[in-house]
């Protein structure tokens, strides 16, 4: 004996509930399998972007570093540079003192020694004067 036709209805019903219950949780799982694989890729990409922006940031603070150094070590040359034309321009202008007060001892030994020279030719220019009235 077959059941009523109400109880065949209702699982018929229920049996094509059943499927289309199956295929929406299907269809709800591919799309939230979907998402996950869409999210996994964006963290992947953000990560490797990060990576990449971290890398170039430390070789512009690497190449600030190495410029700095040069700087402070040009800085470093140039103030001894400077220190050795100041000495070295010192050590010309004693130099030249020594050269100019060399030269105003000898002008005036040269002028004393002409000064008793003139006297003596005064004294032998009167002498002579003197022989001759």
Request: no cysteine; glycine share 0%.
């Amino acid at each position: 004996s077959r059941p009523p036709a109400n109880v065949e209805d209702n699982f018929d019903t229920l049996t094509q509930t059943v499927v289309e219950n199956k295929d929406s949780a299907e269809q709800a799982t591919a799309a939230v399998q979907a998402n996950v694989d869409a999210l996994t890729q964006t963290v992947e990409t953000n990560k490797e972007s990060a990576e990449q922006a971290t890398a170039a940031v430390q070789a512009n603070v690497d190449a600030l570093t190495q410029t700095v150094e040069d700087n402070k070590q040009s800085a470093e040359q140039a103030t001894q540079d400077l220190a050795n034309v100041v000495e070295a321009n010192k050590q010309a202008a004693d130099e030249a003192t020594a050269t100019v007060q060399a030269n105003v001892d000898a002008l005036t030994q040269t002028v004393t020694e002409n000064k008793e020279a003139a006297a003596h030719a005064t004294a032998d220019v009167q002498a002579n004067v003197d022989t001759l009235t």
